[in-house]
Every structure is written in C-alpha cells, then in structure tokens.
C-alpha cells in the first residue's frame, strides 16, 4: 500500500514516514483493505499540524493531530484514526447481529370427517333405488367404512419482530456553536468523531449531518 505525503512549509524526516507508514497498517488490519491514504504536514504558528485521509471500499476516515512537535501530532492523528476505525467496525458488527425475520413453515393441511348428514348422503344405495331413478340422477355409491376428505386451508401468522432500541443522542453535543461551511462540517463531525451535527452556514441556512448505518454521512437542509 503507498501512502501518500504532502509537506507544507515543513520537512518530513524518513523515521516519521516510517513511523506513519507503520500506523496506517495497524489501521488497515481494523479497518479492512485501504485504497488510498494521503498525510498531510504542515506548521500553524506554534503547532505542528497531520492531517490523514484514508478511504476504503465502505467508509472514510479524516484524523487531525495537533502539538508542538510533529511526532506528537502524527501520533494523536494515527490514534484518533484507529478510533473511528474501530467504532466503524463495531456499527458494522453490530448491523449484522440485528434479528433476521424468521420463516414461519405453513401448517400442514388436516382432513376433516364427515358429518353425520354427510355419511347418510354417501351410504350405499340399493339396486332398487337406482333402477327407480325416474330419470334423475343416481346417488353416488360409496364403500361402506369410507370417509370423505375435504382440505382446509390453515393460516399461519409470524411472531412479533424484534424491537431495536433508538439511539439517543444529547442535543449539546450535537450543535455547531460557530457557523461553518458544509466541508467545514463534514471535517469537524470526523475529526470530533460525531454520528450527528448540527450547524449553520455563513448566510444563516441550517443544516443536520448525520450518518446513516452504512457508514456515509448525509446533510439535511432544515426549511
């Protein structure tokens, strides 16, 4: 797997690419097959600032890290991207442990005996009694000890499904105090490791981002 390192207005020495390099295959073993992965570095005043996106088949994963030093940087951004690493694999686990509907198998059809009018109906008629028709219909002529069948039709209702409990989240966790951009947005709901957001933009439109099971997130402009 090659990674991919940008340097802004900083150097990057081979023990930290070695030691990004290193990070991101423990990742991968959590996380599953990466496709790409880019690392950014660059200085902000006093900070050291690493910057990883890592995209796989399923999810992304944007980690910032923030220090003086660059090691220390590098290290809180690997570690903030195993984080969601993980916790993607357990959503993922999770969805997988959800009840499955259960096939109920169709009662199999019982045959009901005949009543009495019924059996004096098929008894067996006499020679007489056929010769004597007068032109109608012969009663039909059973076996004595015979019982007609008839087949009923008997249904079968599933059981109740599973009731998966909502997952609640604290309004004061979820709200942007600062306005942002919509890609502003998306980067703070990743870097703050969030399943919910809600913000307002520069004109004054609000906005909820959220991400849906599958692991994408997805924006919802309130009217």
Same mark, same amino acid.
């Given at each position: 797997?090659?990674?991919?390192?940008?340097?802004?207005?900083?150097?990057?020495?081979?023990?930290?690419?070695?030691?990004?390099?290193?990070?991101?295959?423990?990742?991968?073993?959590?996380?599953?097959?990466?496709?790409?992965?880019?690392?950014?570095?660059?200085?902000?005043?006093?900070?050291?600032?690493?910057?990883?996106?890592?995209?796989?088949?399923?999810?992304?994963?944007?980690?910032?890290?923030?220090?003086?030093?660059?090691?220390?940087?590098?290290? +809180?951004? =690997?570690?903030? $991207? @195993?984080?969601? !690493?993980? &916790?993607?694999?357990?959503?993922?686990? #999770?969805? *997988?442990?959800?009840?499955?509907?259960?096939?109920?198998?169709?009662?199999?059809?019982?045959?009901?005996?005949?009543?009495?009018?019924?059996?004096?109906?098929?008894?067996?008629?006499?020679?007489?009694?056929?010769?004597?028709?007068?032109?109608?219909?012969?009663?039909?002529?059973?076996?004595?000890?015979?019982?007609?069948?008839?087949?009923?039709?008997?249904?079968?209702?599933?059981?109740?499904?599973?009731?998966?409990?909502? +997952?609640? =989240?604290?309004? $004061? @966790?979820?709200? !942007?105090? &600062?306005?942002?951009?919509?890609?502003? #947005?998306? *980067?703070?709901?990743?870097?703050?490791?969030?399943?919910?957001?809600?913000?307002?933009?520069?004109?004054?439109?609000?906005?909820?981002?959220?991400?849906?099971?599958?692991?994408?997130?997805?924006?919802?402009?309130?009217?």
């Amino acid at each position: 797997m090659e990674v991919e390192f940008t340097a802004r207005q900083v150097k990057i020495s081979k023990a930290l690419k070695i030691g990004a390099e290193d990070g991101i295959e423990r990742i991968a073993l959590v996380l599953g097959k990466i496709t790409t992965a880019a690392l950014t570095f660059r200085a902000e005043r006093h900070l050291q600032i690493v910057e990883i996106s890592l995209q796989t088949r399923q999810h992304q994963i944007i980690a910032k890290g923030e220090s003086p030093s660059q090691e220390t940087a590098l290290r +809180h951004a =690997l570690a903030h $991207a @195993e984080l969601q !690493a993980q &916790r993607f694999r357990e959503r993922v686990r #999770a969805s *997988k442990r959800l009840p499955k509907p259960i096939a109920v198998p169709e009662a199999p059809v019982r045959a009901r005996a005949p009543r009495k009018t019924e059996r004096a109906a098929l008894a067996v008629a006499t020679p007489e009694e056929i010769a004597a028709g007068n032109g109608h219909a012969a009663p039909v002529v059973r076996p004595p000890g015979k019982k007609a069948r008839a087949a009923i039709t008997v249904h079968s209702f599933p059981g109740n499904a599973a009731v998966v409990e909502p +997952h609640i =989240l604290s309004a $004061a @966790e979820a709200v !942007a105090i &600062r306005p942002m951009t919509i890609e502003e #947005a998306v *980067k703070e709901a990743e870097y703050r490791d969030r399943d919910l957001l809600i913000f307002r933009t520069l004109t004054g439109a609000l906005f909820v981002l959220h991400r849906r099971r599958d692991g994408a997130m997805e924006l919802v402009e309130v009217p």
